[in-house]
């Protein structure tokens, strides 16, 4: 299933198979790319879980916005800079898969990496998609595997 809008940001998941909890795919889905784009066991309670608590408890608290500081002059080095908030995708990371968030007014700035932190990326979206995109994920407990003849087809949701 693709959450979101796949043309502008979204999130695949897809539920493979449940082990002592349901475990698939989890993808970003930037600028036509899956990321991390491996891992099909990942185990999608312990990353969906992580990224709405890292985002929701980090806007509970009071957030100043990062501005239009360049990439280039934001210091990743010692994990997230000031004024932007670190989304924690659990073990996706052991892909080289790390995100962050940061605010600029009316536009929220979406900083990734894919390489483990030797590059990161940024794309700008108006001010509440990322919020919204991670919001809208559905409680795993509610993924339910579709199969034919033992093949997974698809991921539905139980209403």
């Excluded at 990224?51 to 990439?71: H, M, P």
């Amino acid at each position: 299933m693709i959450i979101g809008n796949a043309f502008e940001i979204a999130i695949q998941l897809e539920c493979v198979i449940e082990l002592s909890s349901p475990s698939g795919l989890f993808n970003f889905i930037v600028d036509d790319n899956l990321i991390p784009g491996k891992g099909t066991v990942t185990d999608l309670y312990v990353v969906i879980s992580s990224l709405k608590d890292s985002l929701n408890n980090q806007l509970a608290g009071e957030i100043s916005d990062v501005g239009n500081i360049t990439l280039a002059d934001l210091d990743f080095s010692d994990g997230s800079p000031e004024n932007v908030l670190w989304l924690d995708v659990c073990e996706l990371s052991d892909y080289g898969c790390v995100f962050w968030l940061g605010f600029n007014g009316e536009h929220e700035r979406f900083f990734y990496s894919t390489d483990f932190e030797k590059t990161i990326q940024e794309k700008i979206f108006p001010r509440g998609t990322i919020e919204r995109l991670i919001n809208n994920l559905p409680d795993v407990n509610n993924l339910k595997i579709n199969r034919v003849n033992e093949q997974v087809i698809v991921t539905d949701i139980i209403f």
